[in-house]
């Protein structure tokens, strides 16, 4: 993964058939970054080509039926050309994937997983949703939402990891969404979020349903099936 995201060339692209493209591409990796790295590695990772094939025929669609789901985004969401990006770069054609127009409070690409995070809340009698972030998460404010929508109490533990202490900051944006959505926001720094959470589970007596930060979780991840069908 280091060695893709280090710098991935784009060789060539070749249609082969109907139904099958290649792309050949050349990931440069410089070993020496890492002194973890052994000889051996070093050999090994200073350039790594990777043969990608792409099937443009039918696909086998996962099923995503049993799992349950509340509509909350606006879907599909638009595939946006970026002409002159794509010029500026020399090509191929770049596409932007526009998931900031899911709609839900505003949009982002956290509704997708709401989705089915919150049906699962709804189908465990969830009286309380209780998630993670930092002060202007823009998660939070659609979890926020999403709760709001279904009539679910919601209450987002909001830490400090950003350091910018302005009263803009901390008072306006996404936690000011926050806020008018209904949720009751419990702040408090990196270091104290466990705690924070202790407290709060101690003190309620209401049905919990907790997201983990950003969703990020096998049920979240199924949102990411969806849109990869998409």
Known sequence: LHALLSGIKLATINNTSNTHYHANYHANYDANNSASNS???????KALPLCLTFITGPLSMIDLSPFPRIHLAHLPTPLQPLHRLSKHLGGPMIWMKRDDCTGLAFGGNKTRKLEFLM??????NTELVVTFGAWQSNHV????????????ACEPI?????????????????YFLDELMGAHLNTTTPDKVRETFAA???????KLYVIPT??????GSLGYVD????
């Not at 404010?141 to 679910?152: E, K, N, S």
């Not at 830490?159 to 996404?174: E, F, L, Q, R």
């Not at 950003?214 to 049920?219: C, E, K, R």
């Open 227 to 230: 849109c990869a069908q998409e």
């Open 141 to 152: 404010r659609q979890t926020v939402a999403a709760c709001a929508q279904l009539g679910l």
């Open 200 to 206: 709060l589970r101690a003190r309620e007596t209401r």
């Open 119 to 124: 049906a699962e809340a709804v189908q465990q």
């Open 39 to 45: 000889a051996n590695d070093s050999a090994t990772h």
């Open 214 to 219: 950003g969703g990020s979780n096998a049920t």
């Open 158 to 174: 909001l830490s400090a990891s950003v350091p910018i202490t302005t009263n803009d900051y901390k008072t306006s944006g996404n």
